[in-house]
């Protein structure tokens, strides 16, 4: 199993494949070209493809496709994608096409592989079984200021087991980088070893290969030859990771690395109503990595691009709060006493909350708008990053936990608080309740201590969520990529923070914030919203901001200025907005 399985606690992903049945053809639901690049047998393949147009579907079903048509072990099947939320949805998808097959494909991110390698491998890489993953030690300068713009994705999220026991050295504990660099290392020094796994993984699939950095690139290299079934996706006006050391030459050079490589292009976008189409097309035009970009809406639906300027963020807050109750048909506490929602979670416009995502550039926007959701009862969630190390407690039990013999993690979960409970007084209720919030992955563990210590290092999360909860995400567009919703709004669309902009600082990558914007776009189904605020303060200053100068790319036509209600400016407040 992959390092990195843990159930992530966020929206169950929405799988639209169904079970291929016996004789259905499992390329069935593609069109043309898509099947073209699915049905591709051996050797590179490159698909190159904007937002939207089932390049994530097309790897599934190749996938899917290998094992059933060409009896492809799936053991042999490697598929890395970049999140570990996108991982799920991958592990999701290809267990709806081929349920008896799908839970032996290796499915992880980038990160996870790297896991995975150490552990196989730590004696060649001289660790121990017991290797621990430590929280790269933040640059100091850095830190403060850039907290804002570094957003990350869970990908990034790492653990600190180390500072879990006494600050003895230990020479096993490694850095989140090192997973990647120390496995890169360990095959280049011994190539029996990587052609070990390249035997074991002849068919390799990355998905949002456009975000590869250096050692995560060496890795690849060292696992496919030049020839190899090495898969490649994505969409390089979508690389928004060059802050984290990603390249999107990678990916320009595909064919040059993978000479024999066949590429296919992918052009119906499926998910997006035309006008979301046509106004991201238009936004990304000035820094597009693709000359002559082709990008048609499938769908026929012509709801115009909500568009909503706000005085600051609570005013923006406001607007988003009130345009998701009008699109619910009146969602909250006081539409229930009106008899307008059942209370049961059925709304009816058919739209539910967790039809609906709230995007932004920076952690520090989701405040005012929490506070807004929060006053009017609309449920949400938000992707905190809510990792199990970070609750109290839970350092020191993994740090314990090693003294407390084999067998099953449930028991050695409870010797380890008990024995903290007594050497710790008044801590008690702290330690129980961490271990309340760690049994469900010890019972994953079973026996695993290292597993259960991995997965902690690589950002397990607390188990909290409802799957059935319908609730709004909150998230930032960077762990948006690769996901979509009926209904988006993309909040902080001004001057400042989309393009994001340091105070002080002047090196900010243009081109990226725009690819950002419109992968912030296109996550949108059939309503986007865009929003701005005048005025905002940011580290301790109020600054008059306004509309970013991506906006000016789209062409009015498309849009449609709203009032604070959510309405079309000028018509009667309470006309319901239509929806589908
Ligand atoms: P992104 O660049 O954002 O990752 P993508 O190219 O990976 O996008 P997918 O997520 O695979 O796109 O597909 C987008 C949506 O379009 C999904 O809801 C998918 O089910 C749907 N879709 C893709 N291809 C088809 C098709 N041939 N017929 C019907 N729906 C499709
Ligand atoms: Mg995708």
């Not at 994505?234 to 066949?262: E, S």
């Amino acid at each position: 199993a992959a390092a990195d399985s843990v159930p992530h606690p966020d929206q169950p992903p929405k799988t639209p494949e169904t079970p291929a049945e016996p004789g259905r053809d499992v390329l069935g639901g593609l069109d043309p070209d898509q099947r073209t690049a699915a049905s591709h047998l051996t050797g590179p393949l490159l698909i190159v493809a904007g937002p939207g147009t089932g390049k994530t579907r097309t790897l599934t079903h190749r996938i899917a496709h290998l094992m059933r048509e060409h009896r492809v072990d799936p053991a042999e099947c490697l598929a890395i994608t970049f999140t570990r939320r996108a991982a799920e949805e991958m592990r999701a998808r290809l267990a709806a096409l081929l349920p008896d097959h799908a839970a032996r494909v290796t499915v992880t991110t980038f990160h996870g592989l790297g896991a995975l390698l150490l552990r196989e491998q730590h004696e060649r890489a001289g660790l121990s079984a017991n290797f621990r993953i430590v929280e790269e030690v933040e640059e100091v300068e850095a830190a403060k200021e850039t907290r804002d713009a570094r957003e990350t994705d869970e990908g990034e999220a790492v653990g600190e087991l180390a500072a879990a026991e006494d600050g003895r050295a230990d020479p096993d504990t490694i850095d989140f980088q090192d997973l990647l660099e120390l496995p890169v290392q360990l095959l280049t020094k011994e190539p029996d070893l990587a052609a070990h796994y390249r035997d074991r993984w002849r068919w390799i699939s990355v998905d949002e290969y456009q975000d590869v950095d250096e050692t995560q690139y060496a890795l690849l290299r060292l696992l496919s030859t030049e020839d190899g079934n090495l898969t490649a996706i994505g969409d390089p006006d979508q690389a928004i990771y060059a802050f984290r050391g990603a390249d999107v030459g990678f990916f320009l050079r595909f064919q040059a690395d993978f000479p024999a490589a066949t590429s296919v292009q992918l052009t119906r976008n499926y998910r997006s109503s035309r006008p979301i189409v046509r106004g991201a097309v238009q936004a990304i035009a000035p820094a597009s990595l693709i000359p002559g970009r082709m990008l048609t809406a499938h769908s026929a639906e012509t709801q115009r691009i909500g568009i909503f300027e706000a005085a600051d963020p609570a005013a923006e807050a406001a607007f988003i709060t009130r345009t998701i109750d009008r699109l619910l048909g009146g969602t909250s506490f006081h539409s229930l006493d009106s008899g307008r929602a059942d209370g049961h979670g059925h709304h009816p416009t058919g739209i539910d909350f967790s039809d609906i995502a709230v995007l932004y550039r920076t952690d520090a926007q989701a405040d005012p708008i929490m506070d807004a959701l929060t006053r009017a009862g609309v449920p949400y969630q938000k992707r905190s990053h809510d990792r199990l190390l970070a609750r109290p407690g839970v350092r020191e039990i993994a740090g314990e936990l090693r003294q407390h013999g084999t067998g099953p993690l449930a028991d050695r979960l409870q010797s380890a608080v008990s024995a903290l409970v007594e050497t710790r007084l008044g801590q008690e209720i702290e330690f129980r309740s961490a271990a309340d919030l760690l049994t469900p992955l010890a019972a994953e563990c079973g026996d695993d201590l290292a597993a259960f210590l991995g997965r902690l290092a690589l950002g397990a999360e607390v188990d909290a969520y409802d799957p059935r909860a319908d609730c709004v995400a909150l998230l930032t567009v960077h762990a948006a990529k690769g996901l979509e919703f009926p209904v988006v709004f993309l909040a902080g669309c001004e001057h400042g923070m989309m393009p994001f902009w340091l105070p002080g600082a002047d090196d900010h990558d243009q081109a990226e914030e725009r690819r950002l914007f419109f992968v912030g776009m296109t996550r949108a189904k059939e309503r986007l919203f865009l929003s701005y605020a005048c005025r905002r303060s940011r580290f301790g200053t109020e600054r008059e901001t306004g509309a970013s100068i991506f906006l000016r790319a789209i062409d009015p036509s498309l849009l449609e200025r709203l009032d604070a209600d959510g309405a079309h400016r000028g018509k009667p407040r309470d006309r319901q907005l239509r929806l589908l």
